[in-house]
Nanobody, 128 residues
Framework: RVQVVESGGGSVQAGGSLRLSCAASGYTYSNKCMGWFRQGPGEERDWVAGLYTGSAFTFYADSVKGRFTVSQDNAKDTVYLQMNSLTPEDSAMYYC?????????????????????WGQGTQVTVSS
């Protein structure tokens, strides 16, 4: 069965960095969307970043653009989220998500509606 498993969360001070990993198994990784979402307490789950595995095109929410970088290791069916210059506002549960089906275009990886396979989440806490 398909599994999407995140790792790498933790606690860091403001201005610090963390790298999250997301490994997909039981899944045809090629030509799919892999993305990251986050959800703070009492808040909705927001899309943060996406990557089209076929071309490595990447997409970012305005709130993280220039600070976060999503990348992939095709050989490991794994995507990463490098988070730099973290602020307390970045504190949240971070979820990795994948599309079960290939998107019609890479741009669809910037749309939350295309993601339908979810990991359990990993907590990121940034202290001031």
């Amino acid at each position: 069965r398909v599994q999407v498993v995140e790792s790498g969360g933790g606690s860091v001070q403001a201005g610090g960095s963390l790298r999250l990993s997301c490994a997909a198994s039981g899944y045809t990784y090629s030509n799919k969307c892999m993305g990251w979402f986050r959800q703070g307490p009492g808040e909705e789950r927001d899309w943060v970043a996406g990557l089209y595995t076929g071309s490595a095109f990447t997409f970012y929410a305005d709130s993280v653009k220039g600070r976060f970088t999503v990348s992939q290791d095709n050989a490991k069916d794994t995507v990463y989220l490098q988070m730099n210059s973290l602020t307390p506002e970045d504190s949240a549960m971070y979820y990795c998500a994948a599309s079960a089906n290939p998107p019609f275009s890479a741009n669809m990886c910037a749309s939350r509606v295309w993601y339908d396979l979810w990991g359990q989440g990993t907590q990121v806490t940034v202290s001031s």
